[in-house]
């Protein structure tokens, strides 16, 4: 059984991990405005943002299985999407230096079968990150790498970050932004095995 895969995200990283799961997706990006959603749990509103994001780009296909994805940081009871600008970087690393947060990825698998969204499996994988504590040398050298400024929490497990991070507790590729542990039990939920998919 093959069935077409999309991702409903601009993500890099999640492309990257779903290829390398033996995964083929075609992205949509939905351009959804993440604004609009306001929840005070952290975990609830990357579970709201990910449907959301899978749901605007559900409505213009016929047939498909479509995932759709967002990670926020919570540290210290406040969440974290991506900083606004270097200042902001440096301002984080300051305060999460040495210590913990953590990372909340929720993802949202959509079947799409006769343009209409017949199934919908909804999860969030949280995941706590324990930070290092880099110099100011280092951190100076992060932000100029511009890494930092084009993801969640303002640090990447997969990439230059990962230096930066002492250790996690639970899923890594929930950190890098999908879970693919997950994602294979919401495919089998729905029937389908990711093996299905290679």
């Given at each position: 059984?093959?069935?077409?895969?999309?991702?409903a995200s601009a993500s890099p990283a999640r492309l990257?991990?779903?290829r390398q799961a033996g995964l083929s997706p075609d992205v949509v990006v939905s351009g959804y405005d993440e604004s609009a959603v306001r929840s005070p749990r952290v975990g609830e509103l990357v579970a709201l943002l990910a449907t959301a994001k899978a749901q605007t780009v559900a409505t213009d296909l016929d047939d498909a299985l479509v995932i759709g994805a967002d990670s926020l940081l919570e540290f210290r009871g406040e969440p974290l999407g991506k900083p606004v600008?270097?200042?902001d970087v440096?301002?984080?690393?300051r305060r999460m230096a040495g210590r913990s947060g953590t990372l909340h990825t929720g993802q949202a698998l959509l079947d799409v079968q006769?343009?209409?969204?017949?199934?919908?499996?909804v999860a969030v994988v949280?995941?706590?990150?324990?930070?290092?504590?880099?110099?100011?040398a280092e951190i100076e050298a992060y932000v100029g790498s511009g890494e930092p400024l084009q993801v969640a929490g303002a640090f990447t497990l997969d990439g230059l970050g990962a230096p930066f991070v002492r250790r996690i507790e639970g899923d890594p590729s929930a950190v890098?932004?999908?879970?693919?542990?997950?994602?294979?039990?919401?495919?089998n939920?729905?029937?389908v095995a990711i093996t299905d998919l290679w």
């Open positions: 059984m093959s069935r077409r895969l999309v991702l990257q991990l779903l600008d270097a200042a440096r301002a984080r690393w006769r343009g209409s969204i017949a199934r919908r499996d949280s995941t706590t990150v324990h930070f290092a504590s880099p110099t100011e890098v932004g999908l879970s693919l542990h997950t994602l294979r039990l919401q495919l939920r729905g029937g």
